[in-house]
Structure formats: structure tokens, C-alpha cells
């Protein structure tokens, strides 16, 4: 999965998306005074709306491709099933997990 994870990171890089937890780095310019609150709220608010209409979109792609009927539909469901089950502590460490993994 590391392997995954390093083919990964330079296409999102290059296609110039960012994930939150790169921009969550902004507090250390915040702490040496390089950005202002302001500007660094503000990165944070643009990202996070970014992501979340990248990710109603690839909903809706996947959605209507087709792929989610018969066997992969039920696969489909039950990785949904089994994250939502998690407790918060558990969801938390998969989170911090993947984070790390892939960057």
C-alpha cells in the first residue's frame, strides 16, 4: 500500500490538488508569523469546500457509471457499513493512518 500511496501523491500534487491535512501545515507559517490568521482560515475554507464538491462529484461519477450493481454493490456496501460502525477512537486512528500513509 506504501507503493500505493507514492504513485499516488505526485499525480494529486501535479493536477494541483491539495489534501486538508497539507494545509493544516499552514499553522507552523502562522506560528513564525509568515501568514495571517486571516489568510490561513481562509486557505482552509477554500480547501475544504474544494474537496467536498470533488467529492459529491466523484460520488455521483460512480454513481451513475453503473459500477455499483451486483457483487461490487455489495462490496460497496459493506466497506460503508463497516467504516460507519467504527468507533470514534478507531475512526480517528484509520484516519491519522491513511494521513501518514499517503500523505
Not at 451513475?64 to 460502525?85: D, N
Request: charged share 15%.
Amino acid at each position: 500500500m506504501a507503493r500505493a500511496g507514492a504513485a499516488i501523491d505526485p499525480s494529486i500534487q501535479l493536477g494541483g490538488a491539495e489534501l486538508f491535512a497539507g494545509n493544516a501545515l499552514m499553522v507552523m507559517a502562522a506560528i513564525d508569523r509568515k501568514i495571517t490568521r486571516a489568510q490561513r482560515l481562509l486557505s482552509w475554507v477554500i480547501v475544504y469546500f474544494g474537496n467536498l464538491i470533488g467529492a459529491a462529484e466523484l460520488a455521483v461519477t460512480i454513481g451513475s457509471s453503473g459500477l455499483l450493481k451486483g457483487p461490487m454493490a455489495t462490496t460497496a456496501a459493506a466497506i460503508s457499513q463497516s467504516k460507519a460502525s467504527l468507533l470514534p477512537f478507531e475512526a480517528f486512528y484509520v484516519m491519522h493512518r491513511c494521513v501518514l500513509q499517503f500523505g
